[in-house]
């Protein structure tokens, strides 16, 4: 296959996909405009008649990830139960997020939004909405998932280590005496999955936890909306 050959059969979702795959292997850190276009056999200009620089290529790969999830929530079959299946969905673009450690630090860096992730996001809205929430208490679902409904949770902080395995004896001492609540809940915590992990504190059953709360508030509050 000659040069122009191969920079003919150059598209857009190629080069997302291929970004995809290399992020995947090198972490996020490790693509590059120049690195890409060795991976797909071309020279790095080749690359910016698709992606005119680094953030549009890190916009395509979170709508990318995204249009991944639409494809598994496709595969979904509704109940017509809203919040058994907004459970199901965002539980299953976790699931994407996993395969895609890298992919949370991308959504989360983003200024604006791909037409699969306005796809995804609108089905959400349309599966609360279905269950009698106002559009109002809709609005104020979304600010509250945040994140989490596209399958992740932004951390708070991101400590080098946990205290159990990285502190010294002197300074778990010195937080006993400074921060005892803190210290103490920390002891009786213990993550045994992290391969179900995309933070330093973010495991499947904190995940869940946190949804399945922010859920049956909604439900209550939808409920209470209908008596009102």
Request: proline content about 3%; aromatic content about 6%; overall charge negative.
């Amino acid at each position: 296959m000659t040069d122009t050959t191969v920079r003919a059969a150059l598209s857009r979702d190629r080069i997302l996909q291929t970004a995809v795959a290399l992020a995947d292997r090198e972490g996020i850190g490790g693509l590059t405009m120049r690195g890409l276009a060795a991976e797909l056999g071309v020279e790095a200009m080749s690359l910016y008649h698709h992606v005119a620089n680094k953030e549009a290529l890190l916009d395509g790969l979170a709508d990318a990830v995204a249009a991944e999830m639409q494809d598994a929530v496709a595969a979904l079959e509704a109940t017509g139960d809203w919040k058994h299946d907004l459970r199901g969905r965002i539980l299953t673009a976790r699931e994407v997020m996993l395969r895609h450690p890298w992919a949370p630090g991308v959504f989360e860096s983003r200024t604006s939004f791909g037409p699969h992730i306005v796809r995804y996001t609108d089905a959400l809205v349309g599966l609360m909405r279905s269950g009698g929430m106002s559009h109002d208490l809709v609005h104020h679902a979304m600010h509250a998932l945040g994140s989490r409904a596209f399958g992740f949770t932004q951390e708070l902080f991101d400590p080098a280590g946990s205290a159990d395995e990285d502190a010294s004896p002197e300074l778990l001492m010195q937080m006993a005496a400074e921060a005892p609540n803190l210290v103490e809940m920390l002891a009786h915590i213990a993550h045994d999955d992290p391969g179900s992990t995309l933070g330093w504190c973010d495991d499947q059953s904190e995940f869940e936890f946190g949804l399945d709360l922010l859920l049956d508030g909604l439900e209550r509050r939808a409920e209470r909306e209908r008596l009102a």
